[in-house]
Each structure stands twice: as structure tokens, then as C-alpha cells.
């Protein structure tokens, strides 16, 4: 069966200093990889999305970026972090076809201090 | 694009009475749904899913959902709440060919014994 892990589960940090959160999958091949952040009564908010290996759409111009070196792993990173940039992260999966449902890992509680 | 609409983002319902949450979505071409629960601090949890065929889908925990195409409805049902109930709902929506989720708000239930 399929699984995704996520981490770390918290994470505090200074701002300003770098963040690299990162995503993997098991039983599956080629899936599509999300980031969402999660902001308290704001429902869920589409970061990133790859299709494949090296291909990283953006939905929204922000303080952070995403990388997919391998098939299975999704990393979340940023240079610099601002206060803005606290929230509740959810990476997650699918298989390619869109009547399929996504798939979520345990999401990374960061706060910036 | 696609769009999500949950009203209410506070839900009170008596433990044994009928949860009804609420989803209205917008749709350029006929739609994939979805409905999941989050417990707090946790990822988020497929509940059911309408792709095609049967208008009356059921899920996990009780819960069921009825597509409704002439008033673009997607409500999710649970005859008799349980205390286990208490969490957060999303409603999402997919096109065919659109890897891409679009969520509503979502609707925080409390139980009430």
C-alpha cells in the first residue's frame, strides 16, 4: 500500500534564517506531489504541484520555493523565512488521473518566532 | 475555474443528531468531489469521493453525499452524530483533465453531548 511521510512534525525558527521541509512516498510511481499551507480559518491554500521529476508549477509568488530531485521526494525550502510564512504544511499525492483523490501526509506545524 | 463554497464555518449538531455540512460548487465541465476530515494536527482524511455513476455516495464513519447537478450541490450527511465526529470538513473539487483541487473553507463541527 501506498504511504507518505512528512517532516518534521514542528519546527520553530528564527526569521530570516532557511527551511527545508521534506515529503516522500512509498508504493507508488510517478505520482503527483502537492505543497498546501494551512493558515487558521483560511481552509487550504495550493503551494506547489510537480508531475514529474523537475517540474515544479507554482500557484502562488511567495517567500518559498519547491524541488522535486526524485520521483517520491518533495521538498519545500525557502532562504529566508518571513513571520508570514508560519502555518500548518501538508504535502500530499495522487495518481496522474484527476477523478482521483489526493492523499495527505501528518503536515509540519512551523512557526516563526 | 473550479470553486468550492462551504457556508457556516462553525457547525454545532447534539450527539445523536443529523449532521448536515453544506457544499455548493462551480464548475466549467461536469466535476469530481470530494469530501475530508481533519482531526487536529493531522493531515487530511478522504471521506468519500463522486467521480461518476451513482449520485449517492457513501463513505467512511457513516457519512454519506449526494451529488446534485441542477443546484450544483455535493451536502454531506451522517444520520447520528457521534462524539468522534468533532472535527474540521473540506469539500473539494477536481475537473477531468485538472490535477488540481480546489477546497472550500471548511466547516468546523462541534458535537454536543
Known amino acids: ?113 | 475555474a473550479q470553486s468550492v463554497t462551504q457556508l457556516g464555518s462553525h457547525v454545532s449538531v447534539s450527539e445523536g443528531a443529523l449532521v448536515l455540512l453544506r457544499c455548493n460548487y462551480s464548475s466549467s465541465v461536469p466535476p469530481y468531489l470530494f469530501w475530508y476530515v481533519q482531526y487536529p494536527n493531522q493531515g487530511l482524511q478522504l471521506l468519500l469521493k463522486y467521480t461518476t455513476g451513482a449520485t449517492l455516495v457513501k463513505g467512511i464513519n457513516g457519512f454519506e453525499a449526494e451529488f446534485k447537478k441542477s443546484e450544483t450541490s455535493f451536502h454531506l450527511t451522517k444520520p447520528s452524530a457521534h462524539m468522534s465526529d468533532a472535527a474540521e470538513y473540506f469539500c473539494a473539487v477536481s475537473e477531468r483533465g485538472n490535477n488540481r483541487l480546489a477546497f472550500g473553507k471548511g466547516n468546523q463541527v462541534v458535537v454536543i453531548p
Open chain 1, 1 to 113: 500500500s501506498q504511504t507518505i511521510h512528512q517532516w518534521p512534525a514542528t519546527l520553530v525558527q528564527p526569521v530570516g534564517s532557511p527551511l527545508s521541509l521534506e515529503c516522500t512516498v512509498e508504493g507508488t510511481s510517478n505520482p503527483n506531489l502537492y505543497w498546501y499551507r494551512q493558515a487558521a480559518g483560511r481552509g487550504l491554500q495550493l503551494l506547489f504541484y510537480s508531475v514529474g521529476i523537475g517540474q515544479i508549477s507554482s500557484e502562488v509568488p511567495q517567500n518559498l520555493s519547491a524541488s522535486r530531485p526524485q520521483d517520491r521526494q518533495f521538498i519545500l525550502s525557502s532562504k529566508k523565512l518571513l513571520l508570514s510564512d508560519s502555518g500548518f504544511y501538508l504535502c500530499a499525492w495522487s495518481e496522474v488521473y484527476s477523478n482521483q483523490p489526493q492523499h495527505f501526509g501528518d503536515g509540519t506545524r512551523l512557526s516563526i518566532l
